[in-house]
């Protein structure tokens, strides 16, 4: 797997909500959005959340006295949409002004912690939702930044601003998430040398090719003997990944095994329940 480097990208992405958050009136915050029950404040809360514990339980060594026993990914799934749940309500009794300083704050001081960590050491946590156990550092700073950019991508569509569709923003998420790829497809079987292609079209976009052979392998050498090419917009790549509610956003056009690409719309690429 090659090295993500995301961890410059940070301080632009954090820069870009924190003017995005000051030029919204008091409605804003309370517009719907595509992400469960979720209204803009809540994403908002989800954010500090995120910062705070990280910061807390990382790099000042906290260990929470909440005792959870979790025995599976979907025990660990639940958790962890409880505490955000918990934390939406918690802060619900804050103003938006207040709200938008603590983020500011954190989420400048998470990315001084992420930068001084190690890239090729064990992160504290692995990033389950591409079958890993033990991660590297720079896959989970990645993942953290897949995490930011789309949450604050849920924000524009609600309140109708500008996309983050540069490719330095983009292309990155996308890059994260197909990373996923060999661990979504594993029950999937397919004779040896089947060559199966993800293609997201777009400014931003590119090809990502998954190959059986011994196990399954992801690779971005351009490979000319494709059997299956699947072909997302860069519109709809984010939101099928993150389990957009709106399901007419999951159009893939298929050229090859139509199964494969029915397969690729279930990926989810969230530590938290759709």
């Not at 639940?78 to 505490?83: A, E, F, K, R």
């Not at 569709?165 to 079987?189: K, S, W």
Request: glycine fraction near 4%; proline fraction near 3%.
């Amino acid at each position: 797997m090659n090295i993500i480097d995301t961890i410059e990208l940070f301080p632009v992405i954090n820069d870009k909500l924190i003017i995005l958050l000051k030029s919204l009136n008091s409605n804003d915050f309370s517009k719907s959005t595509h992400f469960s029950n979720w209204n803009v404040k809540d994403i908002c809360a989800h954010l500090l959340d995120t910062s705070l514990r990280r910061l807390s339980s990382e790099r000042d060594g906290y260990t929470s006295p909440e005792k959870v026993d979790i025995k599976s990914y979907e025990e660990l799934i639940s958790h962890i949409t409880n505490i955000a749940d918990r934390w939406a309500i918690a802060l619900s009794g804050l103003s938006p002004q207040i709200i938008i300083e603590l983020i500011e704050k954190y989420q400048n001081e998470l990315y001084q912690y992420l930068k001084i960590l190690d890239p090729d050491e064990e992160s504290h946590f692995p990033v389950s939702w591409a079958g890993e156990e033990k991660s590297h550092n720079w896959f989970d700073i990645a993942r953290e930044y897949t995490e930011r950019w789309h949450h604050q991508m849920q924000i524009r569509e609600a309140v109708s601003k500008e996309p983050l569709y540069e490719r330095e923003l983009y292309y990155p998420v996308l890059d994260t998430f197909m990373q996923a790829l060999p661990y979504h497809f594993r029950n999937i079987e397919k004779e040896k040398g089947y060559i199966l292609c993800v293609t997201i079209t777009g400014t931003a976009g590119g090809k990502w090719y998954l190959e059986w052979n011994e196990g399954l392998n992801l690779v971005k050498t351009p490979i000319e003997s494709v059997q299956t090419e699947l072909i997302i917009e860069q519109d709809n790549a984010w939101k099928i990944f993150t389990r957009w509610s709106d399901k007419s956003v999951y159009k893939i056009k298929v050229h090859g095994d139509e199964s494969l690409g029915e397969h690729l719309k279930a990926m989810n690429c969230l530590m938290i329940k759709d």
